[in-house]
């Protein structure tokens, strides 16, 4: 990447800086390949963050069917991570995990179900066969208490198992039916495919194990974690709250939270803290590497060229980029400390590149063009928090405000929510000592956008953003992207002036 004109005295956001079309030989951005080759397996470069609020089984199971990673986070106890990622190897690598219902459930129990898929419907079955479908428009003006069977419609002809995409969206189409469910040799129930999802089959690979499973990532702090069972209350997923220390058997440094993952099957680790460029990082990367992982090490999060080199000499195999520029984050605000994304992630990067390492790009991430320029400046994957919290497949349960539009709640995971569940089996002295330090927004509402409320839809504009940037830099891939992008800096009306306009 270089720049138009000389590099400026300040550093620089996503905000501040636009890429310049070059001639291209790229006919079509489908033509461009998006895969990343830091070792991490995504065959597009985003990475959902490793945030309570954020990265569930949910998330992980379809980020991954379209290629992308999510990260669990730290704060959950190993033998539930175990679960969560045994859950995720055995998901198909097409059809979407249906929610099913018997005929005797009733509507609130369709209802409490439905915004917990994008695909909004529920299977109805009798044992293991599909009998019918419920959708929100079946539960609309029906008493909560209302069965299912008579509500149900009959599902269309259901798909066979091991049917390609395109027939599949062949056979949905000319009824304009929007779903089916897919069922083996024995009419038991495999899954269910949306058209659309029919269609992103053919326009996405997924990111598959050696085995052809599904892939997942988990992140381990540096002052020991927890074995032990925890169940979020609030969400019923696997989630945060048993904190350092956990229930059940502890597990008091990196190395050994990290073995349990390995054990578990995770495919990534990422060794995680919000100051990454210090000695107690350090210590336990060199403990996670002395395991010999066969799998990527990912460790930070820094901002410098020395942070870099460090975390690659004590192990990493590629290093989180950010200090500070994460919607729910307050470092900032609360202690000066951190640096503007763009000019963090690509000073980075070049010094990663020359020691044979890689670097993504840790937040700041709120447009497409933001991952495009994160990627234009060297980084091989792009971490996304905030902006997947509000979707369908966030852990979060799905709330309505005054006006009825709906929300899921999201917060920072140096926040006092975070903290405080974090800590939940230390001494109530010490949990209250270490809740006055907070770094985070504890309670945000990030609403759904009820054109676009999976995280697929969301995938769809990245992508589809970083396929045109590529070819309007004349790039078939990430690494030409790297090469041939030309970025300026640009005022903040040059950055208006980009954006659309809802009226005039």
Sequence with gaps: MRLIHP??????????VFMLPSRSTVGSRMAVDLSTHDGSGTTIPVVAANMTAVAGRR????????????????????DVVAEVVSWIKQRHVVYDTPITLRPTDTVSDALALLPKRAHGAVVVVEGDRPIGVVTEGDCAEVDRFTQLSAIMSAPIESLPVGISPSDAFARLAPGRHRLAPVVDANGALVGILTRKAALRATLYQPAVDGQGRLRV??????????????????TGEAAAGAGAGGRGNPVNDPAGRADKLLAAGVDVLVVDTAHGHQERMIDALRAVRALDPQVPVVAGNVVTADGVRDLVAAGADIVKVGV??????????MTGVGRPQFSAVLECSATARQLGAHVWADGGVRHPRDVALALAAGASNVMIGSWFAGTNESPGDVQRDQDGRLYKENFGMASKRAVTRRTADESAYDRARKALFEEGV????????SARPGIEDILDQIVTGVRSACTYAGAGNLEELHERAVVGVQSAAGFAEGKPLSSW
């Design 442 to 449: 504890s309670t945000a509402r990030m609403y759904l956008d």
């Design 217 to 234: 990532a988990a992140a381990l702090g540096i002052a020991g974690s927890a074995g032990g069972s925890a169940r979020n209350t609030v």
């Design 7 to 16: 590099a400026p005295a300040h550093d620089l956001t996503y905000d501040d």
């Design 324 to 333: 500070g520029p994460g919607a729910m984050c307050t470092t900032r605000m």
């Design 59 to 78: 998330m992980a199971e379809t980020l991954a069917r379209r290629g992308g990673l999510v990260v669990i986070p730290q704060d959950i106890p190993v």
